[in-house]
T-cell receptor
Framework: EAGVTQFPSHSVIEKGQTVTLRCDPI?????LYWYRRVMGKEIKFLLH????????ESGMPNNRFLAERTGGTYSTLKVQPAELEDSGVYFC?????????????????FGPGTRLTVL | AQTVTQSQPEMSVQEAETVTLSCTYD???????LFWYKQPPSRQMILVIR??????QNATENRFSVNFQKAAKSFSLKISDSQLGDAAMYFC???????????FGAGTILRVKS
């Protein structure tokens, strides 16, 4: 079974440019998460999709970030315009929705991340 | 808000020896999960071990075990008989039981010397 994949693995852009990151979750996983790690710091939650709906976007830093998950399959995270502080590693994770409901433990499986460098 | 603190940016261990990675957390919740994730260089992060807060027994997975001290809000990871393949960044993480998002610490780099 294929794991979570992310594209590109690395991206180097100039300040003010636009970048789009893509995440393909494990097939059948309705939950999809984006996280970000700024160099040397903790990994921080950005947002959570259930199928195509945004369940929680409390971690999105500002309106320069736009996440979509059309059709409930893959997701994109667009940064426009990019700023220096957006540099970091962006992780995507996916998990199943279990029959036992929200109290059930459902493991999040992570992708390898996209390293974004804004110059 | 919940926070997770890993106070050791970097640790080293000799092959075949034991090492303990520290993690403390802060929460007002009583029911939650705690995790240790491993991220080898240039590879995906994988779950090492999970602890449910309502369980008093410490979780164990082969050479990996935890010391869960709920009152102290401490959750350390012990790796026994360290192997070269254990070299990685280790992240401690928290999740509310009725929640989805993970709250991570800043990570500890573990180096294994042969």
């Amino acid at each position: 079974e294929a794991g979570v994949t992310q594209f590109p693995s690395h991206s180097v852009i100039e300040k003010g440019q636009t970048v789009t990151l893509r995440c393909d979750p494990i097939s059948g996983h309705d939950n999809l998460y984006w996280y970000r790690r700024v160099m040397g710091k903790e990994i921080k939650f950005l947002l959570h999709f259930v199928k195509e709906s945004k369940q929680d976007e409390s971690g999105m830093p500002n309106n320069r970030f736009l996440a979509e998950r059309t059709g409930g399959t893959y997701s994109t995270l667009k940064v426009q315009p990019a700023e220096l502080e957006d540099s970091g590693v962006y992780f995507c994770a996916s998990s199943q929705i279990l029959a036992g409901g929200p109290s059930s433990y459902n493991e999040q499986f992570f992708g390898p991340g996209t390293r974004l460098t804004v110059l | 808000a919940q926070t997770v603190t890993q106070s050791q940016p970097e640790m080293s261990v000799q092959e075949a020896e034991t090492v303990t990675l520290s993690c403390t957390y802060d929460t007002s919740e009583s029911d939650y999960y705690l995790f240790w994730y491993k991220q080898p260089p240039s590879r995906q992060m994988i779950l090492v071990i999970r602890q449910e807060a309502y369980k008093q027994q410490n979780a164990t997975e082969n050479r990996f075990s935890v010391n869960f001290q709920k009152a102290a809000k401490s959750f350390s990871l012990k790796i026994s008989d360290s192997q070269l393949g254990d070299a990685a960044m280790y992240f401690c993480a928290y999740r509310r039981r009725y929640g989805n998002k993970l709250v991570f610490g800043a990570g500890t780099i573990l180096r294994v010397k042969s």
